[in-house]
């Protein structure tokens, strides 16, 4: 049975990280520095290590970088596009390098042949070319499906004495070529950029209009840059691209990736002319650190440099892991650092509410950025580091987005400085913040709180809540924005006109072939009629949608059926709170102090003034699963896992993640994975689908 403790902290690590690569991959703004995520992704791995029954197969541990945007049309990439596990030790350099000596069975007194190359601080892309000729470019996306900006990537001409995207091939090329490369800005073009803005925000605040914000280093302008709807748009901006890698179907036409780099470059590609070849590791660790004095002086970023195997039959035969190659390592630089003195510390709510410490700093230059806060995370690491308003502190920020403090420089205190308290009230809604026991973030109770609404609201549509088709992050954030929506029941409140010119906003993605014009009119309605089903709901399903802190799908059904009634669930004191199933002290009190602010119960008061109606689920408890508690695994042709859950809830059972001696019965469907091998080992029983419908009383 897996350790609760072990349990919770991979949940919050996965989530943690989720967003991280979300915000970093998908939506170019990232919420961590790169040491910050090593860190974080270092610790998941050795939980999962530690602990196997806790990986998923949708662990960051085992997926590559971020999901496609959805701002652009999906690619699948012939080939996956992995990404590269970090070195940052000598010890971990060493590693990599006795690995490849293990798992080829060489003397250790062989040198390996490798080619090292710039790690390159851009966005990955892949370029198809067809008969010599650009046919498709793509981003990495996760790995395996990436966004289609083909349009785009043809802007990128040469440039600078730059050779940009070839739109055709010199020379004689295979009929199909895939190359994989990096799209970057260089510093003198990021600063150019950063000046033009300055000067347009100039004539603007003139004319009292509201100027852009500065792009924060080239990483992000060259991927905003990059994903602009209008290729026009980017191909004003100052892009370059260098290609490290090529491709074609079948047997490979060359024999070390060296190869591979100089045909690249005589097809006409710009390939760094940093790159070089190394004999054993002792080569790579002198190239490494004479990268590591003239990185200063590159025209671009780079925070590491990139080591591969250079013979192709020696990679063949050394394969990938789940999501990174074997024949492949990032070393990663030490942080820069510097020191600086703060001059306020601040809580910002973020889109879940969470209170986040916001350390500033007076300005000082990081890794050529400029850089005047840092973000703590939450409580525990403000009081693990000390940081006090007032005291000078030691920061780092190697090719990061979000620097970090290092450590406070306590010697240089003077007695004045002032320890920061977390405030007892959100400082966006008012509303009481609380911090969960056993957790280390503070969190703002107020369910119409503006800094999270958005999110609220994604959370209230999906499948599983309230069941309002249509109503995604994209909508939920121009809703809030437009000033339309201020709370849950605001939704009811919007009309059909403001619902057809929203929808009627220029497309993110082209129209799908026979799409019909008149889409916003269609969709405006669609989203009167969702809305319409979901005023008549269940009370199980209310209590989810309402994001209640602890109060997930399953506690929201056992509340549902411990009190039958909204008003019921609202006054309940915390003793009966935690009469009901699988509530304890501790959530009892969470939902107590939630349902006790005022905010909160104004907010479900108007849903029901708006015709919500939530209906209390009956439960036979005399069922064939009463009291029992069963493990789905697998797939069903049917009924899907939510129906199949709340089928079983419905009839008195109970539904568990994970197999143990408790468990009373197993049913697998599809290709049932570890739960079906463990139930079989334990001796629990295992149904199949037939079966399962037979206990449900559906037949066959």
Known sequence: MPNPTAEARAGQLRERLREAEHAYYVLDAPLLSDAEYDRLYRELEALEAAHPELRTADSPTQKVGGAAAGAFLKVAHREVMLSLANAMSDEELAEFDERIHRLLALPPETAVGYVCEPKLDGLAVE???????????????????????????????????????????????????????????????????????????????????????????????A???????????????????????????GPQPWATHWEK??????????????????????EVRAYRDRMDGRRGGLPYDTDGVVVKVDELDLRLRLGAASKTPRWAVAWKYPPQEEATRV????????????????????????????VSNATLHNEDELRRKDVRIGDWVLMRRAGEVIPEVVKVLAERRTGAEREFRFPAECPVCGAHVVREEGEKAWRCTGAACPAQLAARLTHFAQRRAMDVRGLGDVVAAQLVEGGQVHDFADLYQVPFEAWQQLFARPRQSPPAEGEERELPAKAAQNML?????ARRTTLRRLLFALGIPQVGDATAGQLARAFGTVQAFL???????????????????????????????????????????????????????AGKTVVLT???????????????????????????????????GEEAGSKLKKAQELGVKVVDEAAFRALLGEGP
């Open 261 to 282: 780099l100089e045909a690249l470059a005589g097809w006409g590609f710009e390939v760094n002319p940093e790159n070089a070849r190394c004999r054993g590791l002792a």
């Open 127 to 221: 370029l198809v070319y067809e008969a010599g000729r650009l046919a498709l470019g793509s981003t990495r996306g996760d790995g395996a499906i990436g966004e289609d900006l083909t349009a785009n990537l043809r802007t990128l001409g040469p440039r600078g004495g730059r050779r940009g995207v070839p739109p055709a091939l010199r020379g004689e090329a295979p009929a199909r070529l895939e190359v994989r490369g990096e799209v970057l800005m260089h510093r003198d073009d990021f600063a150019a950029l950063n000046r033009e803005i300055l000067e347009r925000n100039t004539r603007a605040a003139a004319e009292g209009k509201r100027g852009e914000e500065l792009r924060a280093n080239p990483r992000n302008a």
């Open 529 to 533: 009629d969702a809305l319409g089903r």
């Open 343 to 370: 001059v306020a510390i601040r809580a910002s709510v973020g889109r879940t509410g969470v209170l986040t410490p916001v350390v500033e700093v007076e300005p000082v230059q990081l890794s050529g950025a400029t």
């Open 223 to 249: 991927a905003g840059s990059l994903r602009q709807k209008d290729p026009a748009v980017t191909a004003a901006r100052p892009l370059s691209f260098m290609a490290y890698e090529a491709l074609v179907p």
């Open 571 to 625: 006054d309940a004191p915390e003793e009966a709170l935690t009469a009901v199933r699988d509530v304890g002290p501790v959530v009892a009190a969470e939902i107590r102090a939630w349902t006790s602010e005022p905010q909160n119960r104004r907010v479900v008061e108007r849903l029901l003034a708006a015709g919500v109606e939530a209906a209390a689920e009956e439960v036979d408890e005399r069922g064939p699963f």
């Open 634 to 668: 697998g797939g069903m042709a049917g009924m899907s896992r939510d129906e199949a859950k709340a089928a079983i809830e419905r009839r008195g059972g109970k539904v568990s993640g994970s197999v143990s001696r408790k468990t009373d019965l197993v049913v697998a």
